[in-house]
């Protein structure tokens, strides 16, 4: 999505662009055009993070701890001396590569998932049911802490734990629409025509629950960020120095109570702009699948 | 017609019972028994829940029944079958659902729906398919720029024509029609039955019928079967069930049908509803 767009701030914009932006407005409004941009900014800075953010943000110097803002330190520094910009950028890494893992991998099994029981049906069904249930009962964190228990804390195992966790809601969701869709006719009649439930599947079923597919990771990726922020918060996820928000916000809590409430307050913010943004976005494309569906 | 009159489609003693929960139960079907020969078309007539609609989807594979059998052309037919016994069927009997509006991927253009029966059906090329399919479209009454339509860019009645040539691509001897024409307007319904009528001359079809109007069984039936809650409590042929009803059911859905100079008549309605029920 960025590499598409990106390329606009430098050329004219041209008639098919024009009309892209007009399609875009029509589809998302002002506010959805403002989250796309909040969106956008945020993954700019994470992949550009290493040519814009002007110091390492590992390394503080003593004699410039809690600097104010100012031209060389754009939003102060933290109590290790450390750019909080920078680290705010590299930041961005972490933070969203984390919920990219966590709603890809929710979105392949959930969907794989989905698609097995409904498509079989009957003993497959009710068995991957009754396993999503049994996942159901475990709360998504407390499965997450219990993974970094046993692997050791890091970004990666806090994913995947969390992605285990996720799995069922999405499952769930996905299932009871493409079991409302598989009976009807147009995925009934090829199946009339003996063409295998593989094919049907994925040239018929799969296409037409890819918006809601689109629109729950959308949610998702919200959710998965406030959640893994949360555990690197409480020192599961991402480790020290590592850049992260989660982490820039617990960090931060020292500073606040000393008076210093930079670097919480805009990691904070940086999270709570990106999830605004996502679930927006994302009620925006729902929206429009539910809409199209009534039409 | 064929003179043979051969029975194509054997319903022997059909049973089905649907559980709705709680331990309720509803008998779409009790012990049905119907004949179709070759090259004729059977109306299947009742109201909503009657289980016209269960009968088809049992017929053609979709359901599966509780008890009895169905036999296609002296095969059973089973609801779990093999691949190849479903692709044999597929050329045995086809269906035209209902509602147009679903019956087709909206993603899709709409040649894909008859292309992808050609593909599992034949060896023919992908060029020898596209012929194939735009023969077919025309067979049905489309134009050549209706292939690469989407279903939202046509019209209802258009749709149940690319329905009614997705069945027709593989050749089928048998056509089930769900309530095929319930969903479009009288004019549409009227081009749609006439082009069934042309089809059925050309190519020898068979055809049952699933319907509640009475006017289009009277244009398209030889025979009439009606159901009533999952029994069949008359049957004959169009002219005999139409035309000297003997059993009240059917009298209260001849009297139900509106006509010129048509009244609705509470009295005669409650009557008849009490007589059924004794």
Known sequence: MSAHILPTHTRPAGTPLARFFVALYERMGVLGLIAIAIVLVAVLGAVLAPVIAPYDPTVGSVTQRYSGMSAAHLFGTDQAGRDIFSRLLWGARSSLTGPLIVVGVTAVFGTLIALVSVWWGGLVDALLSRLLDLLFAFP???????????????????????????????????????????????????????ISGAVITVRHLLPNIAPLIVTGATINFGFAMIELAALSFLGLGVQPPAADWGLMVSNGQQSLLKGYPAESLLAGLCIVLTVASLGYIGEKLGGRAAAGRKA | M????????????????????????????????????????????????????????????????????????????????????????????????????????????????????????????????????????????????????????????????????????????????????AALDVTVQAQILQLLAELRAEKGLTYLFITHDLSVVQQIADHVVVMRRGVIVERGTTEEVLGNPQHPYTQLLLECAPRPGWKPQRGMIRALREEIAS
């Open chain 1, 140 to 194: 998504n964190l407390l499965l997450a802490v219990l993974a970094i228990a046993v692997f050791g804390p890091s970004i990666t195992t806090a994913a995947l734990a969390l992605s285990i966790a996720y799995i069922p809601y999405t499952a769930r969701v996905i299932r009871s629409t493409a079991l409302r869709e598989r009976n009807l006719p147009y995925v009934q009649s090829p199946q009339l025509q003996g």
């Open chain 2, 2 to 181: 064929n003179a043979a009159a051969e029975p194509v489609i054997v319903v022997d003693s059909l049973t089905r019972t649907f559980h709705t929960g709680r331990g309720r139960t509803v008998t779409a079907l009790d012990h049905v028994s119907v004949t179709v020969e070759a090259g004729t078309c059977l109306a299947v007539v009742g109201e909503s829940g009657s289980g016209k609609t269960t009968l088809a989807r049992i017929i053609v594979g979709l359901e599966r029944a509780d008890g009895g059998t169905v036999t296609l052309a002296g095969r059973v037919v089973a609801a779990k079958a093999r691949r190849h016994e479903l692709r044999r069927r597929a050329q045995q009997i086809q269906m035209v659902f209902q509602d147009p509006q679903s019956s087709l991927n909206r993603r899709l253009p709409v040649s894909t729906a008859v292309d992808e029966v050609l593909r599992a059906h034949s060896r023919l090329g992908a060029r020898a398919r596209r012929e194939r399919c735009a023969a077919l479209f025309e067979q049905v009454g489309l134009e050549p720029r209706h292939l690469t339509a989407r279903p939202d860019e046509l019209s209802g009645g258009q749709r149940q024509r690319v329905a009614i040539a997705r069945a027709l691509a593989a050749d089928p001897a048998v056509i089930v029609l769900d309530e095929s024409v």
